[in-house]
């Protein structure tokens, strides 16, 4: 049961609607606003893995984007529910790449797929090396809050 | 000369040309980037004043946002420029009240009125009294920059 | 049962996720993003009611936003989860008006109150009468989707 | 006299003042906005060299971004002025590749360099052939407006 849920997790992409915000006058998501989304998904990434972002700035770990990118397949339409699947492409002593793909929910067709390569500084803007607890949890599986795993 | 040439710069607006960016898939200038031109609007404002929000922050004085208001009459179009006009609308012990009028350049038709009003805070968000160099200079003629001054 | 569902769901607000994207070097939600958020309220509360803007729009309705006003209580900041509840503080002939209540979900403090609101157009920009359907869905309770509903 | 104008218009980048709405709670250019930018400066690009991507749009072509990136060097920061120097890097037969460096302005040290790929198509979304006058126009060194050729 409980494996059944962590696999369900591990595959489930980050759904995100897309409002008039997002859009511009070509009737379509902005190129630029897919950067924002990739934020979104990576955030929601490492917390289902226990990290926080916002924890780790606290301990004077300060993650800046050092290279992103992205290829527009089709368009994002207003209205639309996108599916974004991220992962780990590459982790290195001071950055790791996020990879993402984004779906349009109903269709499965493919709208966009690009990275976002991070490297972790301290206060002062100075790299440094990625700690082991990171490494670790970016490698891990979602752990699910508790709120969703059923009592066994 | 001296003097045409300042009250020409008093009345004159601060021009934004509409970009993607700006719009929405209505085909319109997004409602909520109306507050966005209006911030930049009033650091122009302030900055032909001599009054720069960066010093202002290292000496402690921080301004938060505590109202915002928008009537929209026409809408912004993709490549039209528009021309901000800004007034100190009214100063308080510790508030100042931008208002603006948004016009299409061309046509000089209505886009947009509106307001911010900002009170002056210290680093803990604990609202401060403005000082008396702030309120001149709010309402000061603006200062031109030198290169703008011929020479006598 | 459904009735005990209904008004939990009544009752629902709109909860939104404070990351990067929304904030500015102040180390706050930006003041213009608010009516980013109140755009998705809006949206939600017509689509738990049927409405689609989606749908509207290929029937030739548009809404504009023709006037938005915000009240700043706090900051919102990153991280945080913030709850907005949105009712329709007012309907006329041809506008409707949205009031929404922001929160920061944890404390309950107040961080934002504001309103926005719509007139109905046609295609050409023209302002038109509200048609009965609209003004009884904007009334109505929330319809929640068949997948929220346990059969009986 | 027109060729001194000339070359100096050819290497003049376009500048762009950071404003709250364009930075984060990390105190600096949020990565996204530097795609703005480079929207920003493409189209100054265009227009100085007599291309108007409304007017290509009515006479259906339609540019869509195809592929974007950017390397982030060192962070743009409020209140800072930033240059971008833009390119045209590659023309093929239905896309143009343009190339951006963007600068701060007063220490002259490199923020960000990117690039974006633009497809054109028609009004349904297909890829047709850039015609002969926009890959001439996007070779060619900029027009100044009238305004800015002084007569011979």
């Known amino acids: 049961m409980r494996n059944g849920l962590l696999s369900q997790l591990v595959s489930s992409p980050m759904e995100i609607k897309v409002y008039y915000e997002d859009t511009d006058c070509g009737g379509v998501v902005y190129y630029a606003n897919y950067l924002k989304y990739f934020e979104r998904a990576r955030t929601q990434y490492l917390e289902t893995r226990g990290c926080s972002i916002a924890d780790w700035m606290q301990r004077g770990v300060i993650f800046v984007v050092v290279h992103a990118e992205a290829h527009y397949y089709s368009a994002g339409r207003y209205g639309e529910t996108l599916r974004?699947?991220?992962?780990?492409?590459?982790?290195?002593?001071?950055?790791?790449?996020?990879?993402?793909?984004?779906?349009?929910?109903?269709?499965?067709?493919?709208?966009?797929?690009?990275s976002a390569r991070l490297a972790a500084t301290d206060h002062h803007g100075k790299v440094r090396r990625l700690d082991k607890t990171i490494v670790t949890a970016l490698r891990s599986v979602p752990r699910p809050s508790e709120a969703h795993i059923p009592e066994p």
């Open 84 to 114: 974004i699947e991220t992962d780990v492409a590459d982790v290195t002593r001071a950055t790791v790449t996020f990879s993402h793909v984004v779906r349009e929910k109903l269709s499965n067709r493919i709208v966009v797929k690009g």
